[in-house]
């Protein structure tokens, strides 16, 4: 495997019915003939809370796909006041579909 490019982009984060807009963070990597993105966010403990977040939220990319984005066990006032949720990892088998599902990486993965 083979690091390519981090690359940051805008989405949506829904926690029940709340829909939020936030930024992630994408690690793409080379597999093979095919890539892998490691996608994560942070955001804070409290407002997290707030929005109802338990253990899972959707992210929803701009380009329409989402990701189910977990914290492990149930999110309480005792965690660190920054959470870092993240994605099990997200394959793609060429380019093209990986640029397909985050378009701001199209400039930096060749």
């Known amino acids: 495997m083979t690091h390519v490019q ?3 982009g805008q989405g949506q984060l829904l926690i029940g019915d709340r829909v939020s807009p936030i930024t992630y963070h994408v690690a793409v990597e080379r597999r093979g003939e095919g890539y892998s993105a490691k996608v994560e ?3 804070p403990r409290d407002w997290l ?3 109802g977040f338990e253990t ?4 929803v990319f701009a380009s329409g796909a989402q990701a189910e984005l977990e914290h492990d066990g149930r ?3 005792s965690e660190s006041i ?3 949720l993240q994605a099990e ?3 793609y088998k060429d380019r093209q579909k990986l640029i397909e599902a985050f378009p701001e990486a199209d400039r930096s993965v060749h």
Do not use: C, G, K, W
Not at 56 to 59: K, V
């Open 6 to 8: 981090n690359v940051d």
């Open 41 to 43: 966010i942070q955001a």
């Open 49 to 51: 809370l707030r929005q």
């Open 56 to 59: 899972r939220a959707t992210l």
């Open 75 to 77: 999110l309480d006032v």
């Open 82 to 84: 920054s959470v870092i």
């Open 89 to 91: 990892p997200l394959e």
